[in-house]
């Protein structure tokens, strides 16, 4: 059975891509940082496994990739965001920011790719932000963050390229998620106005776009970004 790894699997998105991963036959590994009781739940209805996969803990990694052993597709997307003003943010938030949305999936890829290289296949999808692709006002260090994945993504799509794995990335728009709880109905009301097909993505979206990606119908595509944004950003 083809094994698929989902940091961040616990949460608003990553619920949605270890249900379809599962659906489209993979043994998933819902990786969870802190909602231990939300992954087991998942992987449970899944018939997967919940994983403790801290990305900023290289230990988490590296126990998680040797209980994982080859994967077919690694899913990067555990991610945190602050809304703060650049010069307010303290170095710690940013740090933090860097350490779990950049660098955790660098180091997660670096863990799980040597078995992929190996094996010549594999798949590694990142999952970035619209806000990578254009930059988003008090949220400089999330945007930063993303747009390194969209760089880190098309680099290691030509570095691996070579062993027959792909490597791409999905850019989300405005998800509904615990992520953005922190708008009121006003906020949404008018970040809603912005978006040309005049809804909300759920996290199914994002998970179909996944889906897509890792499958024989992608497979030569490598290095893209793909956009699920409504049109906000095109
Ligand atoms: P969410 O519901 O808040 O989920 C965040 C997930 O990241 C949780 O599973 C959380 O795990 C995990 N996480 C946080 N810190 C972690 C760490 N140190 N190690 C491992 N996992 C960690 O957010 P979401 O909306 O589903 O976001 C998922 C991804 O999509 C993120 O990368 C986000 O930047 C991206 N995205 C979201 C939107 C949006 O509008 N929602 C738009 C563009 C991109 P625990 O709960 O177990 O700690």
Redesign the pocket.
């Known amino acids: 059975m083809r094994k698929a790894v989902v940091?961040?699997?616990?949460?608003?998105?990553?619920?949605a891509i270890c249900r379809r991963l599962a659906e489209d036959g993979y043994y998933v590994y819902a990786?969870?940082?802190?909602?231990?009781e939300?992954?087991e739940k998942i992987a449970a209805e899944t018939g997967g496994e919940a994983v403790k996969?801290?990305?900023?803990?290289s230990e988490?990694i590296l126990s998680a990739s040797e209980k994982v052993g080859t994967a077919d597709l690694l899913v990067?997307?555990?991610?945190?965001?602050e809304i703060e003003l650049f010069t307010g943010i303290s170095k710690e938030k940013s740090r933090?920011i860097m350490?779990?949305?950049l660098v955790?999936a660098m180091n997660c890829a670096r863990a799980f790719l040597p078995a992929m290289i190996r094996r010549k296949s594999g798949c590694v999808i990142n999952?970035?932000?619209?806000?990578g692709q254009v930059g988003a006002s008090c949220e400089v260090d999330?945007s930063a963050s993303?747009a390194g994945l969209i760089g880190f993504t098309k680099a290691l799509a030509k570095e691996v390229a070579p062993s027959g794995i792909r490597v791409n990335c999905v850019?989300?728009?405005?998800?509904?998620?615990?992520?953005?709880s922190r708008f009121s109905a006003e906020e949404l009301e008018l970040i809603r106005e912005e978006i040309p097909l005049g809804i909300f993505?759920e996290?199914r979206h994002?998970a179909d776009a996944v889906s897509f990606l890792a499958s024989g119908r992608a497979e030569y595509i490598t290095g893209q970004i793909l956009a699920v944004n409504g049109g906000m950003v095109v």
Do not use: H, Q, R
């Open positions: 940091t961040g699997g616990s949460g608003g998105i990553g619920e990786g969870f940082s802190s909602s231990k939300k992954a996969l801290d990305v900023s803990s988490d990067n997307n555990a991610g945190i965001s933090a350490e779990i949305n955790g999952i970035s932000s619209m806000w999330y993303k850019a989300p728009g405005f998800i509904m998620t615990e992520m953005n993505g996290p994002v």
